[in-house]
């Protein structure tokens, strides 16, 4: 067996292979992190994970393989368990299951909810700004999309259900369930609570497994859902489901707390890094300047000169929260002029990323490794 620095690394490189990536630092906090999720025993496992979920007989062969050595198959199951309960590793919907590896983001981070601690958030807070922020906002598809709220939107345009989710929601056949906010759980505990809602009751989920395979979710019915979409819009939370045509969970986000818009508030052109189709216009014979939207806005995308609002397209990502509080009803929603259609499932999602991340013929390559039953 290797040395403990070198079996972390091997797993940092092994994760890095993933559509986002896990990249190395000159301070090796990514390593402090790793350990901190798991224990030798675990990371050695873990390197035997893919990126699709396999059953436990296949990675015990590949655990032989690499290792030397054979694995009880219960022993396994019940570890390759306890990694997925600790919010480490994935494991599909129901039994028999299989087990997948996790990225960092988004996956065991916000696995983590209901069980972060100030240690892990500052490690998190540390490896955000020294790397995984340019790794993260790297993939040329984002892994959730700006949905607008509705009353933002100009009554004229016709909206795609992929951008309504009141109508997903009010259509879908999966099951929903809701948990708390990871990212307004974090900045709590190092002592920055929410400043836009005390209410974190708000990720909203569909589908079995996950948050609710670990306890970390109640069911809610679709007028539930609905009432939490209200809430949002009336505290000015940016909607944020996974970018695909069957989200698996829509993210309520604010501009204080969110891990993805405080960091894209970083960048010149935001804008750039979000999936949108709407950007906001404002009609300047019916604003009075009163400014509410300018302190509405998650992304600082309006200022205020005298009394007209100063638009930066460059930083508008057509959330509407400015829009539907405005009191003279000047501010509205307007369609981008290109449609940005998002992928058909998470699945297509992700693959789509790491085809354009690893390119075209080692793509091919990895479809052929996973084909195969190999690890990725």
Same mark, same amino acid.
């Given at each position: 067996?290797?040395? $403990?620095?070198?079996?972390?690394?091997?797993?940092?490189?092994?994760?890095?292979?993933?559509?986002?990536?896990?990249?190395?630092?000159?301070?090796?906090?990514? +390593?402090?992190? +790793?350990?901190?999720?798991? $224990?030798?025993?675990?990371? =050695?496992?873990?390197?035997?994970?893919?990126?699709?979920?396999?059953?436990?007989? =296949?990675?015990?062969?590949?655990?032989?393989?690499?290792? /030397?050595?054979?694995?009880?198959?219960?022993?396994?199951? /019940?570890?390759?368990?306890?990694?997925?309960?600790?919010?480490?590793?994935?494991?599909?919907? =129901?039994?028999?299951?299989?087990? /997948?590896?996790?990225?960092?983001?988004?996956?065991?981070?916000?696995?983590?909810?209901?069980?972060?601690?100030?240690?892990?958030?500052?490690?998190?807070?540390?490896?955000?700004?020294?790397?995984?922020?340019?790794?993260?906002?790297?993939?040329?598809?984002?892994?959730? =999309?700006?949905?607008?709220?509705?009353?933002?939107?100009?009554?004229?345009?016709?909206?795609?259900?992929?951008?309504?989710?009141?109508?997903?929601?009010?259509?879908?056949?999966?099951?929903?369930?809701?948990?708390?906010?990871?990212?307004?759980?974090?900045?709590?505990?190092?002592?920055?609570?929410?400043?836009?809602?005390?209410?974190?009751?708000?990720?909203?989920?569909?589908?079995?497994?996950?948050?609710?395979?670990?306890?970390?979710?109640?069911?809610?019915?679709?007028?539930?859902?609905?009432?939490?979409?209200?809430?949002?819009?009336?505290?000015?939370?940016?909607?944020?489901?996974?970018?695909?045509?069957?989200?698996?969970?829509?993210?309520?986000?604010?501009?204080?707390?969110?891990?993805?818009?405080?960091?894209?508030?970083?960048?010149?052109?935001?804008?750039?890094?979000?999936?949108?189709?709407?950007?906001?216009?404002?009609?300047?014979?019916?604003?009075?300047?009163?400014?509410?939207?300018?302190?509405?806005?998650?992304?600082?995308?309006?200022?205020?000169?005298?009394?007209?609002?100063?638009?930066?397209?460059?930083?508008?990502?057509?959330? /509407?929260?400015?829009?539907?509080?405005?009191?003279?009803?000047?501010?509205?929603?307007?369609?981008?002029?290109?449609?940005?259609?998002?992928?058909?499932?998470?699945?297509?999602?992700?693959? &789509?990323?790491?085809?354009?991340? &690893?390119?075209?013929?080692?793509?091919?390559?990895?479809?052929?490794?996973?084909?195969?039953?190999?690890?990725?």
């Amino acid at each position: 067996m290797q040395n $403990t620095s070198d079996l972390y690394r091997e797993l940092q490189l092994h994760l890095d292979k993933y559509p986002v990536g896990y990249p190395a630092t000159e301070s090796g906090i990514e +390593l402090n992190i +790793l350990k901190y999720f798991f $224990t030798e025993e675990e990371a =050695r496992i873990s390197l035997c994970l893919s990126l699709t979920c396999s059953s436990p007989r =296949r990675i015990a062969w590949r655990y032989k393989r690499k290792y /030397g050595v054979s694995y009880n198959l219960h022993d396994l199951k /019940g570890t390759l368990d306890d990694l997925f309960m600790k919010g480490c590793i994935r494991r599909s919907d =129901r039994a028999p299951y299989k087990y /997948g590896s996790a990225m960092l983001a988004l996956g065991m981070f916000e696995f983590q909810v209901d069980g972060l601690t100030v240690e892990l958030m500052e490690m998190l807070h540390a490896y955000y700004d020294e790397a995984f922020m340019d790794e993260f906002f790297r993939a040329s598809i984002p892994q959730l =999309r700006t949905s607008p709220h509705m009353k933002a939107v100009v009554p004229e345009h016709r909206i795609d259900t992929y951008d309504n989710m009141r109508e997903f929601i009010r259509k879908t056949k999966q099951i929903i369930h809701v948990a708390n906010c990871v990212c307004k759980q974090g900045e709590a505990i190092l002592g920055n609570p929410c400043k836009v809602t005390d209410d974190i009751e708000i990720c909203i989920q569909f589908g079995e497994g996950g948050y609710l395979d670990r306890g970390r979710s109640r069911l809610i019915s679709k007028d539930e859902a609905l009432a939490i979409l209200d809430k949002a819009e009336d505290r000015g939370l940016v909607i944020q489901p996974a970018n695909s045509l069957q989200p698996i969970c829509i993210c309520l986000c604010c501009g204080c707390c969110c891990g993805v818009l405080t960091s894209a508030k970083k960048f010149e052109k935001p804008a750039e890094l979000f999936a949108t189709n709407y950007i906001i216009r404002i009609d300047e014979d019916r604003c009075t300047g009163c400014g509410l939207c300018v302190k509405r806005c998650p992304m600082d995308a309006l200022t205020r000169k005298g009394k007209k609002i100063i638009i930066n397209k460059d930083r508008c990502i057509g959330c /509407g929260v400015c829009a539907v509080k405005c009191p003279a009803k000047s501010a509205q929603l307007i369609s981008r002029p290109e449609k940005r259609k998002p992928p058909i499932n998470t699945e297509h999602l992700y693959l &789509s990323i790491l085809m354009r991340k &690893s390119g075209r013929m080692k793509m091919i390559s990895n479809l052929l490794k996973l084909a195969a039953g190999m690890r990725l």
